[in-house]
């Protein structure tokens, strides 16, 4: 069964909604990295030379950077669900698997889901 305008209209808003957070979210580690980069230039920076203190440093640029590939990632999964929904909308919402609906109740929850939840579970087991 096909999705409605009304749900359709929905849905893009919910994509929309979730991109702006996404981009935000990375704007916000590009800001922590330059803040990161501008203080290594300091004087102050000569004094945090403790082995400790380098380990911390490290550790949180790397899980910075996990965050902004795991954004980046999700980023780019929602772009991808508003070019099929722009694309095709009669078939948006219908499992690329199977072809059966995904689902709006699913697609409200995860916009940017391809799979319905019965071949969802099949990947993952697989």
């Known amino acids: 069964m096909a ?6 209209a929905h849905l893009e808003s919910r994509l929309q909604e979730e991109r702006a957070r996404a981009l935000r979210a990375l704007g ?8 990161d980069r501008e ?4 004087d102050l920076s000569v004094y945090t030379d403790h082995m400790a203190d380098q ?6 640029r790397e899980k910075a950077a996990v965050f902004a590939t795991k954004e980046g990632r999700y980023l780019y999964r929602l772009e991808q669900a508003l070019r099929r ?17 995904v ?3 699913r697609l409200d ?18």
């Open 28 to 35: 916000l580690f590009d800001e922590m990295a330059k803040a």
């Open 3 to 8: 999705l409605t305008k009304k749900q359709l």
């Open 103 to 105: 689902g709006f109740e």
């Open 55 to 60: 380990g911390t440093e490290a550790m949180e």
């Open 109 to 126: 929850a995860l916009p940017h889901a391809r799979y319905c939840i019965d071949c969802k579970k099949k990947e993952e087991e697989g």
């Open 85 to 101: 929904l722009y694309d095709d909308p009669k078939s948006f919402g219908l499992c690329h698997t199977c072809g059966s609906d």
């Open 39 to 42: 203080s290594g230039d300091s």
